[in-house]
C-alpha cells in the first residue's frame, strides 16, 4: 500500500513538472502570437491584454506587403533545404567511412576532433569567411553560404550518420559483396534502406541550425534581395524603436518550417534516435 502511494505521489510530481515545463515553453510562443495579432495601440496598453479585443492581420499585411517577407522566406527556404540535403548526403558517407574505420585511435580521434569544432563559437569564424569570402569574390553569393552551412553542420551529423551506422552489424555488407554488390552499391541498396530514421534525423537538425543561422549570413550576404529570414527580423530592430506588431509576426512566420519539419519527420526522428537497430 505504502509503494503504490509512493508511486501515485511520484506520478503527480512528474505530472505537475511536465505541465509547468509546457506552460513555460508554450508562453512565449502564445505570447508573440497574441503580439502580432493586436492591433498598434493594443500592444502598449497597461494592464496588459492576453488577448486583443479586436484581432487584427495588420502586421501580417505589413509584413508581406512593405517588408517583402516573402522573397526572404523563400530564399531561406532555398538556402536550408539545400544545405541540409548536402550535409546529410556528405555526412551519410564521411559518417559511414569512420565507422567502418578499424583503427580506433584515429576514429576516436577523428570523432572526438569533430565534437571539438562544436566548441567553436561562431562569431570566431566570421572575419575569415569575410576574409576568404572576399578574395573569392564570394560575398553575396548565397551559393557560397549554402557551403559553408553544409560546413558548420556536417561535423556533428556525421558523428550522428556513424552512430546509426555502428548498431548495423558488417556481415550485411560482406552479404552483399557476395551478391555482387560493391561496397557503394551495398551502402545504397541495403545499409541505407535501414537507416532512413536516422537520416532524417541528421536533416532535421541540420534544417534547423540552418534555419536559424543569422551570424554568417549577416556577414556574408550584403544585398536585401537575398537576406534570409533571420536577417530580416534582425533588421526590424531600428534606432528608432522595434515594430513589435511585425516582428511578432514574423516570427510566427519563421516558426513554420520548423513545425513543418518536426511534424512530418517525428516518427523517424524519434526511430532514429532511439532505434536505429536493423529491422527485418
Not at 78 to 99: D, K, P, R, T, Y
Not at 122 to 129: A, C, G, L, Q, Y
Amino acid at each position: 500500500m505504502i509503494n503504490r502511494n509512493k508511486k501515485i505521489a511520484m506520478s503527480i510530481v512528474r505530472t505537475v513538472l511536465l505541465a509547468l515545463f509546457l506552460i513555460a515553453a508554450l508562453l512565449p510562443l502564445y505570447w508573440i502570437f497574441v503580439t502580432s495579432i493586436k492591433a498598434g495601440n493594443e500592444i502598449y496598453t497597461f494592464p496588459l491584454k492576453y488577448w486583443p479585443e479586436k484581432p487584427s492581420f495588420d502586421s501580417y499585411r505589413e509584413l508581406f506587403s512593405f517588408s517583402n517577407f516573402g522573397l526572404y522566406f523563400r530564399n531561406s527556404l532555398l538556402i536550408s533545404l539545400s544545405a541540409a540535403f548536402g550535409a546529410m548526403i556528405v555526412s551519410i558517407l564521411a559518417g559511414f567511412a569512420l565507422s567502418r574505420l578499424s583503427h580506433r585511435r584515429l576514429k576516436g580521434a577523428i570523432e572526438l576532433g569533430m565534437y571539438f569544432t562544436q566548441t567553436i563559437p561562431t562569431f570566431i569564424i566570421m572575419v575569415p569567411i569575410f576574409t576568404i569570402f572576399s578574395f573569392f569574390h564570394l560575398i553575396n553569393s548565397r551559393i557560397a553560404l549554402g557551403f559553408v552551412y553544409v560546413a558548420t553542420v556536417v561535423a556533428f551529423c556525421t558523428v550522428m550518420g556513424k552512430s546509426f551506422f555502428d548498431r548495423i552489424p558488417a556481415s550485411l555488407e560482406e552479404a552483399a559483396k557476395i551478391d555482387g554488390c560493391n561496397l557503394m552499391q551495398a551502402l545504397t541498396k541495403v545499409i541505407l534502406p535501414i537507416t532512413l530514421p536516422g537520416m532524417a534525423a541528421i536533416f532535421c537538425f541540420a534544417f534547423i541550425n540552418i534555419w536559424n543561422e543569422l551570424f554568417i549570413a549577416v556577414t556574408v550576404l550584403s544585398s536585401s534581395d537575398k537576406m534570409t529570414v533571420p536577417v530580416a527580423l534582425n533588421s526590424f530592430i531600428s534606432k528608432t524603436g522595434i515594430s513589435w506588431g511585425v516582428m511578432g509576426a514574423g516570427i510566427v512566420v519563421a516558426l513554420l518550417p520548423t513545425m513543418v519539419v518536426f511534424g512530418i519527420g517525428q516518427k523517424y526522428i524519434v526511430a532514429g534516435l532511439t532505434d536505429g537497430g536493423v529491422k527485418g
